[in-house]
């Protein structure tokens, strides 16, 4: 086991550093001058020839990017240009909340998907099963930005039981943290949990028709446990891929939640960056990203060998 999290992890060497070329590459891909974007229209020769040489645009892509990389190295990932500030530093500032957005949606995900899914496998045919897999289809079908504007006018103003937006960081009290966080968890969870849902379906349809269910069955094996212990554990291998590769669906979904509901997380701050052509930034947080999926995918792959014993590396 160990030397195979060894591999994987050399194995991410060249993902990261094609990832680390192409987050680099966007100065020198974006349209028009980067310096004349960043200075604007009133900007003077000498303004923008200063911000060119403080990107590096004056000098030559390999050098520029070998000493890019040397920073990375050294966990510098420069300073904001609009801002002044140390990228590591605005990144750290808003790495709570998008961590506990996504902490959230998770649980509230994988807790209410699952658990349809094996119901609507169990009920398969029936009015049950059809009226989850509506609520899949819904829930995969409508945007974010969508249901998000739903449940904040719905909940927060016209009930008022919940904040509309902003975010309170959980020293400052466990509902009080909470709160800030269940209409935008739920807004992007939806997506996750449609998801997880239909393959969850899926793969226990297969599974309930293998012989040793029907033996479970006929030995008057309880149906709970028939559905939660036998089926579910051995489906379990196409679930837990699902649940990694929708952290994708995560990251792109908390640029937009974020928003929404005026999270001051990672998406917002990926957002503001973008708007101001603040290409550090932009770089950091793309690398960030990045580096977080590429770890999530080799946590899925060791948590194959709990689910199913069978697996070895």
């Known amino acids: 086991m160990l030397a195979y999290v060894l591999r994987r992890l050399m194995a991410t060497i060249p993902v990261m550093a ?42 030559p892509f390999l050098i520029r990017f070998l000493e890019w990389v040397w920073q990375l190295v050294h966990l510098d990932l420069g300073n904001s240009i609009f801002t002044g500030l140390p990228v590591n530093r605005l990144i750290g500032e808003r790495l709570e909340p998008t961590l506990s957005l996504m902490a ?56 008022d039981w919940l904040p509309v937006q ?39 349809l297969e599974v309930l028709q293998q012989d040793y269910v029907r033996t479970a069955r006929a030995k008057g094996v309880g149906q709970t446990r028939v559905l939660f212990v036998h089926a579910l554990k051995n489906a379990a291998v196409p679930v837990v891929t699902v649940i990694g590769i929708g952290v994708a669906l995560l990251i792109g979904g908390a640029v937009v939640t974020e928003s929404v509901f005026a999270l001051p997380g990672l998406g917002r701050l990926t957002v503001d960056a973008i708007l101001r052509r603040d290409y550090p930034v932009i770089q950091g947080v793309i690398l960030l990203f990045s580096s977080a999926y590429v770890l999530v995918n080799l946590g899925v792959d060791l948590v194959y060998t709990i689910v199913d014993p069978r697996i070895r590396y």
């Open 166 to 204: 902003g975010y309170t960081s959980i020293t400052k009290g466990l509902w009080s943290w909470l709160s800030h966080l269940i209409l935008p968890s739920f807004s992007l969870g939806c997506v996750y949990v449609a998801l997880i849902t239909r393959v969850t379906r899926a793969t226990m």
């Open 104 to 159: 959230v949606t998770l649980i509230f995900a994988i807790s209410t998907a699952v658990p349809l899914g094996v119901v609507a496998a169990s009920k398969a045919g029936t009015w049950i099963d059809r009226t989850i897999m509506m609520f899949a289809v819904f829930g995969f079908s409508v945007p974010i930005f969508v249901v998000g504007y739903l449940l904040a006018h719905v909940f927060a103003l016209e009930f």
């Open 18 to 59: 094609t990832v680390a070329l192409f987050v680099f590459s966007l100065l020198y891909v974006a349209p028009g001058d980067p310096a004349l974007v960043i200075a604007g229209d009133q900007a003077t020769p000498a303004q923008i020839a200063h911000i060119r040489a403080s990107l590096g645009l004056d000098r």
